[in-house]
């Protein structure tokens, strides 16, 4: 079983970027998909969240409307559009899968600065 996400980067204020979770082992279909992101110095805090049965993504005040929670169950990848990017988003950002079982990827660097 294994989450990997990819598509950080550096990116200039007010740009965007795109992450990817890829699953492997498991199918996302049947597991709620949920990005974190964790700053330095900082507590992991919870991004947005997918939902297995189709009720609509939910996303943290601080992110609303900036950011964007897809998935492409056929793919078995979870994505993460993020545009009109801050400095404040800098963080390493993770994909967790949760049903019984709890998963969770390495994360990705993502650096906001111009």
């Known amino acids: 079983v294994q989450l990997v996400e990819s598509g950080g980067g550096l990116v200039q204020p007010g740009g965007a970027l795109r992450l990817s979770c890829a699953a492997s082992?498991?199918?996302?279909?049947?597991?709620?998909m949920s990005w974190y992101r964790q700053a330095p110095g900082k507590e992991r805090e919870w991004v947005a969240t997918?939902?297995?049965?189709?009720?609509?993504?939910t996303y943290a005040g601080s992110v609303k409307g900036r950011f964007t929670i897809s998935r492409d169950n056929a793919k078995n990848t979870v994505y993460l559009q993020m545009n009109s990017l801050k400095p404040e988003d800098t963080a390493v950002y993770y994909c967790r899968a949760q049903q019984i079982t709890t998963y969770w990827g390495q994360g990705t660097q993502v650096t906001v600065a111009s």
């Open positions: 082992g498991f199918t996302i279909s049947s597991y709620t």
């Open positions: 997918s939902f297995s049965t189709g009720l609509s993504p």
